[in-house]
C-alpha cells in the first residue's frame, strides 16, 4: 500500500505541471490584455490582443516652422507693405500690449501665418501716420503685401472695408475656398466716440 501511494503520489506530481500551467497561460491570455505602450508624436499607441489602436495626432502647428526675425527685442512672422499708403513694418508674432505700441501684430489664422486660409493683423490707428494711422485711406483694389520670414510675399488685393464692433470676430472663419486672405483690423477714426473697429479685407491675387 505505501509502495502504491507513493506512485498515485509520483504520478500526480509527474502531470500536475503539464495540466496546470497551460490552464493558467490561457487564463492570463482571457484577464489580461497585451499591452505595448509607445509614444507616437505625443499620443499613445496600445496594442490589445494584436489588434492596434493608434489616437489621432494633432497636426502640427504650421507657424512653429516659421524662422523668427526680432525686431526691438520681439520675435516677428514677417513683414507687411502696404505702397498706397507707404506702410512697410514687421508682423509680431502675437498681440500684446506692448507689442501693438511697437508695430503691427498676428492676432488670428484659420490654418497658420500667411497660409490658405485666412490671417488676421492687428495695429494701432494713432491718427498722426504712425502703425495703423493711415489704412483708412485705403480703398478697393488696392494692394496689401504679405512677406512670411524665409518665402516669397504674398500679393493680396482689398474686395471689402466695413466697420463693426470691437466684438465682432464673425468674419475671422470665412471661407476662402482654398485661397491666402488678409484681415487688417484698426480703430476707427473716431475713437473718441465709438470703439468700433475698421476691418479690411483683401484676397490672394
Given at each position: ?18 495540466m ?11 484577464t ?45 512672422f ?40 485666412n490671417?488676421?493683423?492687428?495695429g ?82
Amino acid at each position: 500500500m505505501i509502495k502504491f501511494f507513493k506512485n498515485k503520489k509520483g504520478i500526480v506530481m509527474t502531470f500536475f505541471p503539464v495540466m496546470v500551467l497551460p490552464i493558467i497561460y490561457i487564463s492570463t491570455l482571457v484577464t489580461e490584455p497585451i499591452i505595448d505602450v509607445g509614444t507616437n508624436n505625443g499620443s499613445i499607441s496600445m496594442e490589445y490582443d494584436n489588434i492596434v489602436v493608434t489616437p489621432p495626432v494633432e497636426e502640427k502647428n504650421p507657424d512653429e516652422e516659421i524662422p523668427i526675425v526680432k525686431y526691438k527685442g520681439y520675435d516677428t512672422f514677417g513683414e507687411l507693405r502696404i505702397p498706397t499708403i507707404d506702410l512697410k513694418q514687421k508682423v509680431i508674432s502675437s498681440v500684446t500690449p506692448d507689442a501693438i505700441e511697437i508695430s503691427s501684430a498676428y492676432l488670428y489664422s484659420t490654418d497658420g501665418f500667411n497660409r490658405p486660409g485666412n490671417t488676421v493683423i492687428i495695429g494701432h490707428n494713432y491718427r498722426n501716420g504712425e502703425l495703423f494711422s493711415n489704412v483708412t485711406k485705403l480703398k478697393i483694389g488696392d494692394k496689401i503685401y504679405l512677406k512670411t520670414n524665409g518665402q516669397d510675399e504674398i500679393e493680396y488685393t482689398i474686395y471689402k472695408i466695413f466697420e463693426t464692433s470691437s466684438s465682432d470676430a464673425s468674419f475671422y472663419n470665412r471661407d476662402t475656398a482654398g485661397k491666402r486672405e488678409i484681415t487688417l483690423s484698426t480703430c476707427t477714426d473716431d475713437v473718441e466716440v465709438t470703439d468700433n473697429r475698421l476691418i479690411i479685407l483683401g484676397k490672394e491675387k
